[in-house]
């Protein structure tokens, strides 16, 4: 069965201090990884799309990495304004376009 | 250029009661899906549509669900009758067919009681 787990479930960072959130994934035939964020009160909000190991993607002080198990976001000098749930979901060859979402990970960045 | 737009934005109703949730894709995006995020799960995939057809719809979980998704454009989600488990977050999403991404609503929360 496919089954993407993302790790930890929450994180409480200080302003300035770098982190890594983790999406480890089971799946027959990945077609690509979807790194999404989610305020309260919000739908889903895209950041990156990855589809090869090696391939790296960054957007301000975020960075998503994959490799053939797992994928990383990291956290570079994060502020409060990063404080958010990050969502992990991937997309099968054989599956249209669907994804299929980890549970997230919560992180609070505290001034 | 407007982003999903889902209507209600809440709704509380009681078990047994009918519910019909709205989403307005963006313009032009022939891909409409629904998910789903019931309380402590992940977001789960419900059914996805090409204009007015229903490409898949293997994440419907039972018979009581009916979308639909008239002229191509706004889709909607009835609920009939509802139960206690049907509750949770339903996200609508988007993308134009030469696009890989999806423009997810700010979703439908269900309450039933």
């Known amino acids: 069965e496919d089954q993407v787990t993302q790790s930890p479930e929450a994180l409480r960072l200080q302003e300035g201090e770098s982190s890594s959130l983790n999406c480890s994934y089971t799946v027959s035939g990945l077609r690509g990884l979807f790194w999404y964020r989610q305020d309260p009160g919000k739908g889903p909000e895209f950041l990156f799309t990855?589809?090869?190991a090696g391939e790296e993607k960054e957007k301000e002080r975020l960075k998503a990495t994959l490799t053939k198990k797992e994928s990383f976001l990291h956290i570079t000098a994060p502020k409060p304004e990063d404080s958010a749930t990050y969502l992990c979901a991937v997309q099968l060859s054989v599956a249209g376009n669907k994804l299929t979402f980890g549970g997230g990970t919560r992180v609070l960045v505290k001034p | 250029e407007a982003g999903v737009t889902q209507f209600p934005s809440h709704s509380v109703i009681e078990k047994g009661q009918t519910v019909t949730l709205r989403c307005d894709p963006i313009s032009g995006h022939d891909n409409l899906y629904w998910y789903r995020r019931v309380m402590g799960k992940e977001i789960k995939f419900l059914l996805h549509f090409v204009k007015e057809s229903k490409q898949d719809e293997s994440g419907m979980p039972n018979n009581r669900f009916l979308a639909e998704r008239t002229g191509g454009t706004y889709s909607t989600l009835k609920v009939q009758p509802a139960e206690l488990e049907d509750s949770g977050v339903y996200f609508c999403?988007?993308?134009?067919?030469?696009?890989?991404?999806?423009?997810f609503g700010a979703g439908s929360r269900l309450t039933v009681l």
């Open positions: 990855l589809y090869s």
């Open positions: 999403a988007s993308r134009s067919s030469g696009a890989n991404v999806l423009t």
